[in-house]
């Protein structure tokens, strides 16, 4: 079983940057892929990124690429993405999910969110 939390949003202007955090639980956390989702207001949520346990293969959706970066810090249990030149339209609930059968497979647990807000 895994334990996530995010944390890291917040309300920031088009053209900030903002890191999200995903702390995660259990030796589980280690051996998971993980990924990023977000959900925009009555939009379906979105994948935008996802990172194998070792941190070596990477994934992005069109909609990251560029301006977003995954990475993982499994010494501290933790999973970042760093999100540049942010605009209006990545205002959403971010999510961080783990996938227990690896990169690929289906994630099957889920953090409770963090909000980012970007205003124009």
């Known amino acids: 079983q895994v334990q996530l939390a995010e944390s890291g949003g917040g309300l920031v202007q088009a053209g900030d940057s903002l890191r999200l955090s995903c702390a995660g639980s259990?030796?589980?956390?280690?051996?998971?892929?993980m990924g990023w989702f977000r959900q925009a207001p009555g939009k379906e949520r979105e994948f935008l990124a996802e990172i194998s346990s070792m941190g070596i293969v990477t994934y992005y959706a069109e909609s990251a690429k560029g301006r977003f970066t995954v990475s993982r810090d499994n010494n501290k249990n933790t999973l970042y993405l760093q999100m540049n030149e942010l605009k209006p339209e990545d205002t959403a609930i971010y999510y961080c999910?783990?996938?227990?059968?690896?990169?690929?497979?289906?994630?099957?647990?889920w953090g409770q969110g963090t909000q980012v807000t970007v205003s124009s």
């Open positions: 999910a783990a996938a227990t059968s690896g990169i690929g497979t289906a994630y099957n647990y």
């Open positions: 259990g030796r589980t956390f280690r051996s998971s892929a």
